[in-house]
């Protein structure tokens, strides 16, 4: 059973910082591109952050500068450093995996919070 699990969220002063993780397991994850979502109480769920499989980042225009996604493929895990933390930015923050071998997969941690509040 193919599995994303998220870790590293937790309420942070603003100004502050978190580095979310996200560790899959039984995908071929150099085959996926990868990415991080987030989804604030009565808003819709919106894409933060993506790497596909050859490192090429996009980013949403409120957290650029801000935010920055990256992989290890060695150990099956996506990252998200989160710097400048504002309160806006308190949400669920899920990770999500797109790709593979034949077709096109689609794969959701269970979700994260991040709460910015002082």
């Known amino acids: 059973q193919v599995q994303l699990v998220e870790s590293g969220g937790g309420l942070v002063q603003p100004g502050g910082s978190l580095r979310l993780s996200c560790e899959t397991s039984?995908?071929?994850?150099?085959?996926?591109?990868m990415a991080w979502y987030r989804q604030a109480p009565g808003k819709q769920r919106e894409l933060v952050a993506r790497?596909?499989?050859?490192?090429?980042?996009d980013y949403v225009d409120s957290v650029k500068g801000r935010f920055t996604i990256s992989r290890d493929n060695a150990k099956n895990t996506v990252y998200l450093e989160m710097n400048s933390l504002k309160p806006e930015d308190t949400a669920v923050y899920y990770c999500?995996?797109?790709?593979?071998?034949?077709?096109?997969?689609?794969?959701w941690g269970q979700g994260t919070q991040v709460a910015v509040s002082s």
């Open positions: 999500n995996a797109e790709g593979g071998l034949v077709g096109i997969n689609k794969y």
């Open positions: 039984r995908i071929i994850f150099r085959l996926y591109a």
């Open positions: 790497i596909d499989t050859g490192g090429n980042t």
